[in-house]
T-cell receptor
Framework: KAGVTQTPRYLIKTRGQQVTLSCSPISGHRSVSWYQQTPGQGLQFLFEYFSETQRNKGNFPGRFSGRQFSNSRSEMNVSTLELGDSALYLC????????????FGPGTRLTVL | GENVEQHPSTLSVQEGDSAVIKCTYS??????FPWYKQELGKGPQLIIDIRSNVGEKKDQRIAVTLNKTAKHFSLHITETQPEDSAVYFC?????????????FGKGTTLSVSS
């Protein structure tokens, strides 16, 4: 099976812009979670989607949003970018029917200038 | 909410030695504890996990132990090899119908020298 894929792998934006990141889960996995990784804060949970519904949400401002499509692919959007949004954004997929294991993609490196 | 502490932040060992990384968690409702290995430029890779109804789990050179009373769990790597060098993260979660939001420790950078 192919792993979790994320596009794009690298992105450079300027303050105030918005960005959309994409994640395709492992085939058959219907749950997708998003995490932000920074040197200072480490890995932090953003949100989780299952069957097109947000099931869990971390402690991030409303500028961070996401959605999931009927084919389980997910997107996350960050509006009004700030310098502090520079991070590696990781997507993880899991098969809820088979346990809680989350499998991560390679991430999207976002740089905000 | 859940808080996960991980120690040490860096660990250097000689090839063939054992390495131990320890984590503590705060939420007694947490019932799922995975460990991830992250190499440079890659996403975290699940290497082993344990659920709260089990005290120990082993997979070849890697083992994890869980003490629910003390709320801590540890990763043990035996016969370390240079390819074990990476950043290791522990995580804790309350896995239920609502989902599984992993709360991560800050990571341990393991260096194995030959």
């Amino acid at each position: 099976k192919a792993g979790v894929t994320q596009t794009p792998r690298y992105l450079i934006k300027t303050r105030g812009q918005q960005v959309t990141l994409s994640c395709s889960p492992i085939s058959g996995h219907r749950s997708v979670s998003w995490y932000q990784q920074t040197p200072g804060q480490g890995l932090q949970f953003l949100f989780e989607y299952f069957s097109e519904t947000q099931r869990n949400k971390g402690n991030f401002p409303g500028r961070f949003s996401g959605r999931q499509f009927s084919n389980s692919r997910s997107e996350m959007n960050v509006s009004t970018l700030e310098l502090g949004d520079s991070a590696l954004y990781l997507c993880a997929s899991s098969d809820r029917d088979r346990g809680n294991e989350q499998f991560f993609g390679p991430g999207t490196r976002l740089t905000v200038l | 909410g859940e808080n996960v502490e991980q120690h040490p932040s860096t660990l250097s060992v000689q090839e063939g030695d054992s390495a131990v990384i320890k984590c503590t968690y705060s939420d007694s409702a947490s019932n799922y504890f995975p460990w991830y290995k992250q190499e440079l430029g890659k996403g975290p890779q699940l290497i082993i996990d344990i659920r709260s109804n089990v005290g120990e789990k082993k997979d070849q050179r890697i083992a994890v132990t869980l003490n629910k009373t003390a709320k801590h769990f540890s990763l043990h790597i035996t016969e370390t090899q240079p390819e074990d060098s990476a950043v290791y993260f522990c995580a804790a979660s309350v896995a239920n119908q609502a989902g599984t939001a992993l709360i991560f420790g800050k990571g341990t950078t393991l260096s194995v020298s030959s």
